[in-house]
């Protein structure tokens, strides 16, 4: 397994994102909320890191700048050498091919008005690329049958959908997949299908994965990697089975501690 | 305090939840386990007497002397809210947003006979024992200036105002962070009278409760401390939600069940569970009963025999 040998593929320094609330004053501007204050990070190659929060930690605005969907205050982030905060859509292209997102909620994530076909071969399209016979690949690839192409997502399971949102991510061959809790609107025994399916996608086609949730427990089982999240800031991170078993901040042992496990169920 | 007989729900003709019988005494906590469609819900809804419009219920419940199933609105409103109470999954939409909250906490004690005066003054007092941080001022703000932590126990503070016998929860930490669910899951074991709570985490309600029923197809597929049920599952169903639920480390494949939860009215006949168990045969065309005195499982081919 390639652990942190890789070369450094998303690099973020200093990321800092500042939002003004709307002003209740006419004399005075709207408060402001840092929701990022100098966050730095970097993620290898082949990694799989673990981003780890509460609501508020600053968790969802951190990959909303990996993923160039929002702008930083300050700060720098590099994909692949190429520095992204502040370039226009028209200029992302490439991380738009090689860098693709699954969502938490398969529901709101997929158009409802659209059968899997078009939904999945809608990156492709989008990037101008031939779709062939991909659709079917990327299908068989997440373990839905070549049928599922006619059918609308409300006709499928929470689980399915979001194998159908895995194919979609999958579709240009992005070298980094980027999962925004995947797992947490799921049912316990359709989760581990999916996590399941994750490692080995991972796996197998490469990818560098960047994973996000608040559960501690399942990034330990899908990362290397983890940097806990809280009030803006990563407080703590390294190996996950080091934090894990020696949290070194307060607030990485409040969130452990808060978990609840079925250890003494043995 | 509450026993269940023979409760069965259904819609247009189509069997949802299918005699399910349980009781809960004074004191005791219960867990309510299972997936998303397993009945867990319904279940509870009825007892409250807020089944949708078409969906009936049959069997009987007993809260104390009182029927809870079948009983006309009209009686089911007396009950409501004094002696058997309910704390939901999203404390925003199940409050209201434009009024205070101590305007809240107060009308559930006005609607059940309390005087204005007295139940303004004793809302104030509620907050106090839920763990809410400046109670006086909390009373005066609207929902939307608390923080999701502190509606749920604005939440469970109305549940309590009128003294219930019996409270059930309905996945009430599922929308909260994990540290603050931990406050709430330890607040709820302390002051509940008796309860039935709902979830589909099991580490949750491992941590809240005393015995547990296993849910799934609208039928308890196993009941029974939730020790002996945790530690030694009997259902095929219970051991696999068992060991998906433990997340084991890295580089590990988890173990699953296979295919997903069916639709409603689209389960096999015969075992529910059949169509997604490893262990099925021909003989899981006929219903299991739910046997075994304490620790009971409806299973024909029951894990773990020794």
Redesign the interface.
């Known amino acids: 397994m390639p652990t942190h040998a890789g070369t450094p593929l998303i690099e973020a320094s200093g990321l800092t994102r500042v939002y003004h609330r709307p002003r209740t004053s006419l004399t005075r501007p709207g408060e402001a909320v840092h929701a990022l204050r100098g966050v730095s990070l970097t993620v290898r190659k082949g990694e799989r890191y673990g981003i780890v929060g509460e609501s508020g930690s600053g968790k969802s605005t951190l990959l909303r700048l990996l993923c160039a969907l929002d702008r930083p205050t300050a700060g720098s982030i590099r994909f692949d050498g190429r520095e992204i905060a502040g370039l226009p859509e028209r200029r992302l292209r490439f991380l738009r091919q090689s860098l693709q997102i699954v969502f938490q909620d398969p529901m709101s994530s997929l158009d409802p008005r659209m059968r899997v076909r078009d939904l999945v071969a809608e990156p492709l399209v989008a990037l101008g690329e031939p779709v062939g016979d991909r659709v079917t690949e990327l299908l068989d690839a997440v373990g839905l049958p070549a049928s599922a192409a006619g059918r609308y997502p409300h006709q499928f399971s929470g689980g399915q959908r979001q194998r159908i949102a895995i194919a979609r991510a999958l579709a240009p061959r992005p070298e980094v997949l980027v999962a925004d809790e995947p797992v947490s609107a799921l049912d316990v025994s359709v989760r581990g299908q999916i996590l399941n399916l994750l490692a080995d996608l991972v796996d197998e086609l490469g990818l560098t994965l960047v994973f996000v949730s608040h559960d501690l427990s399942v990034v330990r089982h899908v990362c290397e990697t983890v940097a806990v999240m809280n009030d803006g800031e990563i407080v703590e991170t390294g190996a996950v089975d080091d934090v894990w078993a020696e949290p070194r901040h307060a607030y990485t042992r409040t969130l452990l501690r808060a978990v609840p496990t079925l250890e003494g169920f043995r | 305090m509450l026993s269940v007989e023979g409760l069965t729900i259904a819609a247009d003709g189509v069997e949802l939840v299918h005699d399910v019988s349980f009781a809960i005494a004074p004191g005791e906590r219960v867990g309510l386990i299972g997936?998303?469609g397993s009945g867990k819900s319904l279940t509870a809804l009825s007892l409250m007497g807020l089944l949708p419009e078409g969906v009936t219920a049959s069997g009987t419940a007993r809260l104390r002397d009182r029927d809870l199933v079948g009983v006309p609105e009209s009686r089911m409103k007396d009950l409501r809210g004094s002696e058997l109470a309910m704390v939901f999954q999203e404390p925003m939409t199940a409050l209201n947003p434009l009024m205070r909250v101590s305007t809240q906490v107060a009308e559930v004690m006005t609607l059940h006979g309390v005087p204005r005066d007295k139940a303004r003054a004793r809302a104030a007092e509620l907050l106090g024992p839920v763990r809410l941080p400046r109670p006086e001022q909390v009373a005066r703000a609207y929902p939307h200036q608390l923080s999701?932590g502190q509606r749920q126990r604005v939440m469970l503070a109305i549940a309590l105002a009128n003294g219930p016998g019996l409270l059930i929860c309905d996945e009430p930490t599922t929308a909260l962070?994990?540290?603050?669910?931990?406050q709430m899951?330890d607040l709820i074991a302390e002051v509940a009278p008796a309860l039935l709570f709902i979830t589909?985490?099991?580490?949750?309600v491992?941590?809240v409760c005393e015995r547990v029923l296993v849910m799934y197809g609208g039928r308890v597929v196993e009941s029974g401390p939730?020790?002996e049920v945790?530690?030694r599952p009997r259902h095929r169903y219970t051991e696999?939600?068992?060991a998906?639920?433990?997340?084991?480390?890295?580089?590990?494949?988890?173990?699953?069940?296979a295919g997903?939860?069916p639709a409603a009215g689209t389960f096999p006949g015969g075992c529910e569970f059949r169509n997604r168990c490893p262990h099925a045969d021909t003989t899981c065309e006929q219903p299991p009963a739910l046997t075994g005195e304490g620790h009971a499982h409806a299973c024909w081919h029951p894990a773990d025999r020794g």
């Open positions: 997936e998303s999701g962070d994990v540290t603050v669910q931990k899951l589909h985490d099991l580490a949750v491992a941590s939730i020790r945790f530690t696999g939600l068992l998906a639920s433990r997340l084991t480390p890295r580089g590990t494949r988890l173990p699953t069940i997903s939860v």
